[in-house]
């Protein structure tokens, strides 16, 4: 009904709003025509309902001129005299009703009407009684500071600052009038308003307002003075800086921050120093930093540099010495005090860092290099003294004593320990001099490469090189270093002559660090399924056949005493441990029988890692399926091995094809998966051992090895008898 | 000015009289649509001379209006999105996606004309 009536209205409304005097005659008359149609409608209460409504609605979507004359025609139909009765009514909704009503169409009239519902009861009425005094005219808020008796929140506070800002011609009143009144929120209002309409002409009663005991006041008034940049406060907010809460305190810290100078660092300090509240000392600490820039400098988890730090950096203050001389000698007079103090301490560091590699080359230069040292110490020193008594004849005691204890707090490195520095230095060059030598003599192409930037790695690799020589040299970690080498190294080769059952048993948890690098890596890799299943698979551990007793026979002693430890590395991203032995050119001393070689070889062979486990692990059934064809084409020995591992796999289809490969790679290869040779014609070719080729057992009672370790075991006895083997043959 | 052909889509059906009043009165022949379905099927019929569109409408905002005539239909019409002041996400998308012009809300009639008129006469 409401609905149907606003449609027959809306169209009426729009011809009132867009009417022009200036219109045709036919429009003339059609308007005229509808004015005396709405003046019939609007006698009745219902469609008078409905008109004001749809004003109502409208004012909020249009503005300009059609705003204007939306108001105009509801005042024009007289729709605000039902908005007036609203008012005298005793219910406080229908009231606040009218107010809204009286308010959105910018009734001026309804002002005077309005203005003593500010003190109402009812707090919805009082609130828009408040907004419509100060929207209806201009003077509204000043009658609302002088006549309120309520607290106003800070909503209220908010939507009334709303109004302000959208009256076209607005002249504010000078709220410092208020800042005296008996409502303390008419006060913080007011402060508010000062600091929004820039009205800085009231400092001294603003100041005062500093020690009021209201804090919401107090901070206004801190934040209103810090805006307005008043150095007058400074005092007074430091007398009422101990009575302040933690959040008023911050904000004065923020004020001094903002106009405080040096007279205030010791208040400052204080606060830094005794205050309980963490937040307060570290704004203390930021206005003291504010006001003095680097007057107090990082002390806490402060790392001094070590001598390598030191020789380090060396390399970089020999570039820039040139530069840097200049302006160790030109200090500047002018500059503040505490910087001086900073300066001289940084160039005397700077000097002797330098030092050392002044001295690489002659003792002239040495003797020159400390000579200079002690001349800008003094210098600085002395340069120092003459900024001290600068302090001393200024008139600022609070400078003097800050200054006093800024150089207190500075301290000047003693000589002691810069000698030893360079001592320490000196004798670095010294071993890597003779290290040089020493290397020459092995190759006469070596060249020495300390005309190169220095860095780091490169430092513990020149360190790592004085193991070739007889030079005992301060640190002893690489000495540490080819022992363990050493150790892994006999522990591998003992490793593969174990023959003993005491021993197998040991095999999983002796295994040097880097040698099952694959297996760690599949520890750090998210198990896939097959994984899992491959991890339990296990091997049966048999005593070799062999006899050789490889442990017996690489020892220590066959282990040359040059081993390059750098190669260490390489190692450890490797996984076999023959590839460390072919890239080290490790020359076995003992005469190794035939035996021995064959069994090398099989090693060899018997490493059962194969590109396609990695391939297998991330890929689907399909692919894994394409993969095996391509087993078949370029598959080897430990192909073998691997396949006989896809009897575990989650897809029936993967498990059958991995067998058929298996046995035509086999075929293709000459092996006989029983362990023979097909072929007959090589003889020297090793059969594949069981354990690799075959099914894993279950038998309990033997040691188990995890099939990753088990290149590291000798050739079993395989036997055509294995159940294994004839089931996986069949 | 008769035979320009103006699509008002807005959701307020007493704006959208207001405002299909005032651009009539301009001369303009307006189809006011209160729906993002109207307007794709007015669409469908004829693409007007200019589009005038809220963002906030219900089923096919002013934002998917502008994509689907810059990228479905293809068309280069003109387009004034009117929208909520502080809308500023909403309107740069708008611009972004090949609106023309903006205007905010509450609107001015007789501004919402004079843009009209600027965009008939760059087209």
């Not at chain 1, 020495?448 to 360190?463: A, R, S, Y």
């Not at chain 1, 090398?600 to 486990?613: A, D, G, L, M, P």
């Not at chain 1, 890929?619 to 087993?631: A, N």
């Not at chain 1, 594949?688 to 290149?711: G, H, M, R, V």
């Amino acid at each position: 009904m409401v609905a149907e009536k606003k449609k027959e209205l809306a169209p009426m409304v729009s011809q009132f709003l867009f009417f022009e005097q200036t219109a045709p005659l036919e429009e003339k008359k059609d308007y005229l025509h509808t004015k005396i149609e709405i003046r019939e409608l609007i006698k009745s209460d219902f469609d008078r309902l409905v008109l004001a409504e749809i004003l109502l609605d409208l004012q909020k979507d249009v503005s300009g001129e059609a705003r204007e004359n939306l108001y105009e025609l509801y005042q024009g139909l007289g729709l605000h005299h039902d908005a007036f009765e609203k008012l005298k009514s005793r219910r406080w909704e229908v009231i606040s009703q009218g107010i809204l009503e009286l308010t959105q169409m910018r009734v001026e009239e309804s002002y005077m009407f309005i203005r003593r519902f500010i003190n109402h009861r009812r707090a919805v009425v009082r609130k828009q009684a408040q907004i419509a005094t100060v929207t209806l005219k201009n003077e509204g808020i000043s009658y609302f500071f002088d006549t309120c008796k309520y607290r106003i929140s800070e909503w209220q506070q908010l939507k009334l600052l709303d109004v302000l800002r959208n009256f076209d011609d607005f002249n504010p009143p000078r709220f410092k009038i208020w800042l005296t009144s008996k409502n303390k929120d008419v006060v913080l209002f007011a402060l508010r308003l000062i600091r929004y309409y820039n009205q800085n002409d009231a400092l001294q009663a603003i100041i005062q307002l500093i020690k009021h005991r209201n804090n919401e006041i107090k901070t206004e008034a801190v934040q209103c003075l810090k805006e307005f940049g008043v150095v007058e406060a400074r005092d007074t907010i430091k007398a009422s800086f101990r009575r302040s809460n933690a959040g008023i305190k911050i904000a004065m810290l923020d004020a001094l921050a903002e106009f405080g100078d040096r007279d205030d660092l010791e208040f400052l300090k204080k606060i830094e120093r005794s205050d309980d509240n963490f937040t307060v000392r570290s704004k203390a600490l930021s206005a003291i930093n504010t006001i003095y820039p680097e007057n107090i400098m990082p002390t806490d988890d402060i790392r001094e540099p070590s001598s390598a730090d030191l020789a380090f950096a060396d390399v970089t203050a020999v570039e820039d010495i040139a530069i840097e001389e200049p302006r160790l000698h030109a200090a500047d007079e002018s500059i503040e005090v505490n910087e001086n103090h900073a300066t001289a301490v940084d160039d005397i560091k700077e000097v002797d860092e330098t030092m050392p590699l002044m001295a690489d080359n002659t003792d002239v230069v040495e003797v020159q290099a400390e000579a200079e040292i002690e001349a800008d110490q003094q210098e600085n020193i002395e340069e120092n003294d003459s900024h001290s008594e600068e302090i001393e004849t200024s008139e600022d005691p609070v400078h003097d004593k800050a200054t006093i204890e800024m150089k207190e707090s500075v301290q000047i490195p003693e000589l002691e320990e810069e000698d030893e520095l360079i001592f320490d230095l000196c004798i670095k060059e010294e071993f890597e001099d003779i290290l040089d030598e020493a290397k020459q003599e092995e190759d006469p192409q070596y060249l020495p490469l300390d005309f190169l930037p220095v860095v780091e790695g490169e430092l513990e690799k020149e360190t790592m090189n004085t193991e070739n020589t007889d030079i005992t040299t301060a640190k002893n970690e690489p000495v540490d270093e080819e022992g363990k080498f050493k150790q892994d190294l006999s522990a591998i080769i003992n490793r593969l002559e174990m023959k003993d059952e005491s021993k197998k048993a040991e095999i999983g948890s002796d295994i040097p660090d880097f040698i099952p690098l694959v297996v760690e890596t599949h520890e750090e890799i998210e198990p896939s399924e097959d994984l899992t299943n491959l991890r339990e698979m296990e091997v049966s551990v048999e005593p070799p056949e062999t006899d050789n007793n490889l442990g017996d026979e690489v020892s220590d002693e066959s282990v040359p005493a040059y081993v390059d430890i750098r190669n260490t590395e390489v190692i450890a991203e490797e996984v076999s441990w023959q590839q460390l032995l072919a890239e080290n050119d490790i020359e076995i001393q003992i005469n190794l029988d035939q035996e021995i070689e064959i069994e090398e070889t099989k090693y060899q062979e018997f490493e059962v890692f194969s590109i396609f486990r990695e391939m297998f692990r991330d890929f689907d059934s399909e692919s894994k399926l394409i993969l095996l064809d391509e087993i078949l084409v370029v598959g080897e020995y430990k192909e073998l091995c691997f396949l006989a591992t896809l009897a575990h796999d989650k897809d029936r289809r993967v498990r059958k094809k991995g067998q058929k490969i298996r046995q035509e790679l086999a075929n293709k290869l000459g092996v006989s998966l029983d362990g023979n040779n097909m072929s007959g014609e090589n003889e020297a070719q090793p059969a594949i051992p069981a354990e690799l080729i075959s099914e894993p057992e279950t038998n309990e009672q033997e040691t188990k090895l995890p099939l990753e370790y088990c290149f590291l075991e000798g050739p079993l006895p395989i036997s055509k008898e294995d159940k294994g083997l004839e089931s996986l043959n069949k | 000015m008769s035979d320009r052909r103006i699509l008002l889509a807005e959701d307020d059906e007493l704006l959208a009289s207001l405002l299909t009043y005032r651009l009539k009165k301009a001369g303009y022949e307006v189809i006011t649509v209160f729906d993002g379905q109207e307007v794709k099927d007015q669409l469908a019929q004829k693409v007007p001379d200019i589009i005038v569109s809220d963002i906030m409408m219900p089923y096919f905002s002013g934002i998917e209006l502008i994509d689907y005539v810059r990228n479905e239909l293809g068309s280069g019409v003109p387009i004034i999105i009117i929208s909520s002041a502080g809308n500023e996400e909403n309107v740069l998308s708008a611009f972004e996606l090949g609106a023309n012009d903006f205007i905010a809300k509450p609107v001015s009639p007789s501004e919402l004309l004079v843009r009209v008129n600027r965009e008939l006469q760059k087209a």
